[in-house]
């Protein structure tokens, strides 16, 4: 069998203040630093083959600091287009540490107009029950910016692509993203209705684990409580 690791990011500095952050490259809140061996306990990192990540710095760290402990580290590799591509290779790369492979298919949902403003003087301005709808439903985008359905065709090719192979051939993968890529990732896997993914939150340092069968059905799924 192949497992499948889902973990959401650590708290972002915005996150702590309450704001919309989307694609605004925001570092981790300075509180989280207590939480980082708990979280590093969470996941069985020599079980683990590959690694995936998005090139928001939020992500990128909570990579990092899972593993400081460890006496190994992240090189990050490059897989969009661009001279990070091009030029950030080294042919013995794999020795120097534990290879972590980057896309911005796996960023946050684009807020477009809601970035960085903050969350509770939103609700006052739209209401609540749109936000929300902008926020957790399928279809329904914010002001300029993606819907769930959006982050979903930019994130599932990418999956299929990269992870459906690596769990095909028997490989234990982590994805360490944003909780809009993970939760769309999430209603792929499980084949959550669109109707039905209202519902569907991650919470922060929460993971998700999937056991995959060689026909790359999931047969067991367990869910790891929020970091207190």
């Known amino acids: 069998m192949a497992k499948l690791f889902l973990l959401r990011h650590l708290k ?8 919309f952050t989307g694609w605004i490259d ?25 690694i995936y990540s998005s090139p928001l710095f939020r992500n990128e760290d909570t990579v990092a600091k899972i593993f400081e402990s460890s006496n190994k580290y992240p ?6 287009k661009g001279k990070m591509k091009d030029w950030g290779h080294f042919k013995d790369i794999s020795k120097e540490g534990v290879l972590v492979f980057v896309s911005e298919k796996l960023n946050e ?12 003087e939103t609700i006052k301005k739209y209401g609540a029950k749109i936000v929300r709808l902008w926020r957790r439903s399928y279809n329904t985008a914010p002001p300029g910016g993606e819907s769930l359905a959006d982050v979903y065709k930019r994130a ?6 990269f992870v459906e192979k690596d769990l095909k051939q028997g490989k234990n ?6 909780h809009n890529s993970l939760r769309a990732i999430v209603k792929y896997v499980e084949k959550i209705p669109d109707k039905d993914v209202f519902n569907l939150e991650i ?26």
């Open 12 to 19: 972002s500095q915005w996150n702590e203040e309450n704001r």
């Open 26 to 50: 925001i570092p981790l809140s300075k509180k989280e630093t207590q939480k980082v061996r708990e979280l590093a306990e969470k996941i069985p990192l020599s079980e683990i083959d590959k």
């Open 75 to 80: 090189v990050f590799i490059h897989l969009d």
């Open 109 to 120: 949902r684009y807020y477009g107009q809601l970035q960085g403003e903050n969350k509770d």
């Open 156 to 161: 599932i090719p990418f999956y299929r692509k």
């Open 173 to 178: 993968v982590l994805i360490v993203a944003s």
């Open 203 to 228: 919470p922060y340092a929460g993971l998700r684990e999937y056991d995959f069968t060689k026909d790359n059905k999931y047969n067991k799924i367990k869910e790891q409580p929020l970091i207190s």
